[in-house]
Every structure is written in structure tokens, then in C-alpha cells.
């Protein structure tokens, strides 16, 4: 890579010298016969903002070569002629590069604007200072997100108070889409929102749509109530998405703004869709003190490394994160009894960044072992099943069905047991439960839901039902 970085530099600054010129040339040329020399001061003022954004948008671009480099370098070589075309181009040309960049991957993202141009059903999903997220259905009935410039964010609020031109200001802004685009791309894991299309219009400033699964905003505060299992099932995928990220095909990615609401969640599990403020390079040091990470409670440090940078730090930076937003609040509280040790040396060890991603990882799928074997249920009695009679190919319907927590159901007391014997136990523990039934549903985990109640006024037939009745004491 060093025998590049020169001729590389050079080409880039050539290019960079032959755009500002241009630019220049021209802009002073239209300036000159709109407005004549009358109001000198405010010429300069407003080409001097242009040429500060223009700065900031070749910024920008120059920004997203690493991974247009990295992509080529992937399919053969890094071609000279293709990076000095990309950087000497002309900002109206802009929009045939930016796809360019997105396409230079294999197509895995099917829809592109003709599809999207059909989109029904729009509705409100979300926003933050980047990008507006609404909900579409596709021609043949596909649910998607479609993310594009959120024009009244913050972002795109700062740009026009420093610039004051919406097309450029939009342009810019788009830039981060694009990155986040280009990232999903090359980024693929359970744990990251699936990148189904994207579509850039050459005829519109800033002009680009991705398209992407359709999640549901993270609800924090309706996963506190959610059963112990769902909440461990956040922070597992959590963890893998991280060790994922550690070892990424783009190098170590650290996620900068690392917040519940950059994630969504898609049938049970969470998923990572704001990407654009992802890093994939480690940080460059001269001292340790460089490499210091700054928390509100804590402060990590790790040594430079001989070749400058801070190794491992976005690793730390990520789990260290995904303790202080994510594990206190989701993993700890209701966890199994005989799971606690290991969930509170989970949480110790990234609490204190004593361990690193990949055995935290194995620390949660060793969790995930023991909770589907049923060893946490300690000393089961055996015996309590004997007070039930097992009815096949039956469940009850009608008569009390009572609530409880953390039930999966809001009507009924649903809950996930091991097999019937824990459902037995859980039966004896609830003052009004005289039946429970196990249908055919399962969890994530694929343990049987066993809904219990207080009576029933009939039994309907169903293959998958197995009753059990608490016998009447002598
Ligand atoms: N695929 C998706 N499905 C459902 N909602 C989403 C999806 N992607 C994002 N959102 C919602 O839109 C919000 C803004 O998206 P995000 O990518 O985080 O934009 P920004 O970069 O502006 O923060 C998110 O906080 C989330 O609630
Ligand atoms: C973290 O470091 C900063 C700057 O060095 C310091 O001001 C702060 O007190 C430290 N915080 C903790 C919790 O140690
Ligand atoms: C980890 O355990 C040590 C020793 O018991 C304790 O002092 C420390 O506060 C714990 N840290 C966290 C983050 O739980
Ligand atoms: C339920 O699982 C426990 C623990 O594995 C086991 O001891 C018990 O025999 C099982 N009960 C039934 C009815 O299978
Ligand atoms: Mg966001």
C-alpha cells in the first residue's frame, strides 16, 4: 500500500489544483456579468462560502475512497487511472461517480429506481439528524425502509446556516447516505439491517434512496418488560454483530455514535442501520495517551502501538458501549438463578474492558448452551408432573385465563418453560393456575410456550396440544 500513498497524493492534489481553478474560472466569469463589480465585498463573501463548501464536499469524496480502493483491490488491482478519474471529477459529474462507487461491488442490492419509482403505502418510520426513514411496499407486495436526506435535520440545518445552498447542502449530506450504502454493502451479518436496493438520480442534487428491510424502531422501554430470553437474545446478537465487526472484510469498524436508536429490530432480533458513522480505521497515536477512550463514568487507556496506531481500540470503544447502553439495563434483571454467576461476569469483564470481544462472545454462547439444555433448572422435582393428567390432541378454550409477567402474551399468562416439568412447577407457584397446555409454538431458542390458566369452559381438539389438568387434592 506505501508504494501507492505517492504517486496516489500527488494525483490527488493535481486533481484537487485543477478543480479549484476551474471552479474558480468559472464562477468568477458568471459573477462578473450577473452582478457586475457593485457589490465587491459580498461577491467575495459568497465565493469564498462556495468555495469552502466545494472544499468540504471534495472532502467528502475523498472520504469514501478507502473503500472504493479497497473494492478494486478485491477484484484485481487498484487502478491508477480509475482513482484519478474519480478525484478530477467535476462536480456536476458528481452523481455518475457516486454510482460508480455504490455499483463497483457485485449487485446483491436487486431493487433499484425503476422499482422504487412504484413504491405504495408510504408511512412514517423514523428520523434522525442524517436521514428520514419512511416505510414502502414494493410493486409485488415487499415491505422496505427507504432512507434518503433528512432535509429539515440538523445536518442539513448546519450546512445552510454555513453555506446557504440547498443543492450543495443536500449533495453533502448525501455523502453519509452514500457511505452508509456503500458500507452495507460490503458489511453482511445477521445483526445488520439488510441492504435490499438503492437508487441514485443523476437529474437531482443529493438525490439517492436506499432501500432497506423493514424493522421497527427500538423500543427500550418495551424490552425492559420483555421476557428475560428476548432481552438475552438482543444482547447476543448484539455481541456477534460485534465480534463480526472486530474482523470485519473492511478491518476493525468501530460505531462512533453507538446509541439504541441506531439499531431496529426485525422479527425478535436487532439489527444495526445507521452506519454512517462508522469508523473502519483505527485511531493513529504518538503517545499512549493517544489511544484513550472517554466515557462519562470511565476512562480506558491502551498502549501506542510501534506502527502508531491504537490496536484493538474500536474493539474496546464497541463493547465497552454495548455494556453501558445495552447489557445493565437488557441482561441482568429475571436471568435464570444458576445463569447469574456467568451474566455477572459478563458483566464485570466489559464493564471493566477486561475481556475481549471474541471471549465475550463465547461467554454468551455458553449462556445460550446451558439455557437450551434446561441445566439451569437446578433440582427439578420429578415428581411434580405426577400432579397433572396429561390430555392429548386438547386445549382449553374459554372459562379464566389470568395475566402474568413477563408473559408473552398481554391477554394471557404465556410463558416460555423447558419442557413440562417446569411448566408443572410454575403452575404450583401461580395461586390461580389449575391447567397449562404446550402447543406447538416455540421460541427463538425453540423451547415450548406453555400458556397457563385458571379454568376453562371447553376442550377443542388440536394435534399439536398436549394438556395437563392439576388433579384434585384427596
Ligand atoms: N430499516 C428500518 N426500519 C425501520 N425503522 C428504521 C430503519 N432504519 C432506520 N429506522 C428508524 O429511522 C431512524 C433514523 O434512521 P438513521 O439511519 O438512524 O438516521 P440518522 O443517521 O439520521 O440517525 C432510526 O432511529 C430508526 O428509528
Ligand atoms: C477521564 O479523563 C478526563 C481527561 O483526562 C478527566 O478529566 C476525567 O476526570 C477522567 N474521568 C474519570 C472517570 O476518570
Ligand atoms: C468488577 O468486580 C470488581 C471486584 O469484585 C469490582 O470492584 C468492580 O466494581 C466490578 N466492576 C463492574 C463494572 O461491575
Ligand atoms: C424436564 O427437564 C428436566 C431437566 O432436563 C428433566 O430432569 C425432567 O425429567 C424433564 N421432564 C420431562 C417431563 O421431560
Ligand atoms: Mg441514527
Known sequence: MSSLNFPFCTIALLALLFITLTFFKDNWHILMLERGLTNEISDLDSVSRRYSLFKELNERRKELLPYYAASLKKFGALSKIDTQYFLSLKSERLAKTQENIITSEEITDAVGCEQLRYVKNVDFLGAGYTKTVIKGVLPMGFPVALKSVNEKGSDMRRCLEDFNDW????????????????????????????????????????????????????????????????????????????????????????????????????????????????????PACQTDADCTLHFPLRNFSIPCSSGGVCQGLNEKRNLYNAYRYFFTYLLPHQAPSILRPL???IMNSSGELKRDVSSTRKAFEEILRLYKSGLYLENLPSSLIRDYTALRGVRASGGVAYRCWPSYSQQACLLSVHNAS??????????????????????????????????????????????YIKKAKA
Open 167 to 282: 443543492d450543495g447542502c443536500r449533495e453533502l449530506v448525501s455523502y453519509k447516505l452514500i457511505k452508509e450504502i456503500v458500507l452495507l454493502q460490503r458489511l453482511r451479518h445477521p445483526n445488520i439491517i439488510k441492504l435490499q436496493g438503492h437508487c441514485q438520480l443523476n437529474t437531482q442534487a443529493g438525490g439517492v434512496t436506499a432501500a432497506l428491510e423493514q424493522g421497527s424502531p427500538l423500543q427500550m422501554i418495551q424490552l425492559l418488560q420483555s421476557p428475560w430470553e428476548e432481552r438475552f437474545r438482543v444482547c447476543l446478537g448484539l455481541v456477534r454483530l460485534l465480534h463480526y465487526l472486530s474482523q470485519s472484510p473492511l478491518g476493525p469498524v468501530a460505531l462512533l455514535d453507538f446509541q439504541p436508536r441506531q439499531f431496529v429490530m426485525v422479527a425478535g432480533e436487532l439489527k444495526l442501520t445507521d452506519l454512517d458513522d462508522a469508523s473502519v480505521e483505527e
Open 422 to 467: 417446569e411448566a408443572a412447577l410454575i403452575c404450583s407457584s401461580h395461586p390461580h393456575c389449575t391447567s397449562f397446555t404446550l402447543g406447538g409454538q416455540v421460541t427463538w431458542t425453540g423451547r415450548p410456550l406453555a400458556s397457563f390458566r385458571g379454568g376453562f369452559s371447553d376442550l377443542l381438539p388440536d394435534v399439536n396440544s398436549v394438556m
Open 343 to 345: 451474566i455477572d461476569q
